[in-house]
């Protein structure tokens, strides 16, 4: 099975959020982004719409975040495109210190909210990026400290946290 099958199957019953009044858009730019982006079922977005709006990612709410992360795994994979903008935004949300007692209640809420079979499939997709990205992302450990997050996370949804 390949990386873009297993994260359609994965993320195939994710329910897409009616209306996320958690986002926080500073100015009509970003609302529109946004906007722009609540438009699509996370399948249906596209390489242009994430390449134009990659700043929307900042302003996802929880429910919108975890909705659309799908997309930008895919688009990312079957474009090759690792070094899209928002995978680095998405990267560097994710690489987070080894310890929880240190994690935001947004990162927490954003991130929490994955299926054991899910968090495997993002461990796939960094995989991949570590596998595809350029020397910094593999220098400066980024990958492996991200895949030990996913670990976190997941080790918490298995205790039912």
């Not at 609540?38 to 249906?44: A, F, K, L, R, V």
């Not at 474009?79 to 998405?90: E, F």
């Not at 809420?109 to 910094?136: D, G, P, R, T």
Request: net charge negative; proline share 4%.
């Amino acid at each position: 099975m390949t990386l873009s099958d297993e994260i359609k199957n994965a993320f195939a019953d994710r329910s897409r959020p009616v209306v996320d009044p958690d986002y926080v858009a500073y100015d009509e730019s970003e609302k529109h982004d946004l906007e722009c982006f609540h438009e699509h079922d996370w399948q249906d977005l596209s390489l242009q719409v994430i390449e134009e709006r990659d700043g929307v990612w900042f302003h996802l709410s929880p429910s919108g975040f975890s909705y659309y992360l799908p997309a930008l795994m895919l688009v990312s994979f079957e474009s090759s495109r690792p070094d899209l903008a928002a995978v680095d935004i998405v990267i560097s949300e994710l690489d987070r210190s080894p310890n929880p007692d240190y994690w935001s209640d947004l990162f927490v809420e954003k991130w929490l909210s994955f299926s054991v079979e899910q968090y495997e499939v993002i461990e796939n997709w960094l995989y991949w990026l570590i596998m595809n990205h350029s020397a910094e992302f593999i220098h400066e450990n980024t990958g492996e400290r991200c895949l030990g997050s996913v670990e976190l996370l997941k080790s918490r949804r298995l205790a039912g946290n």
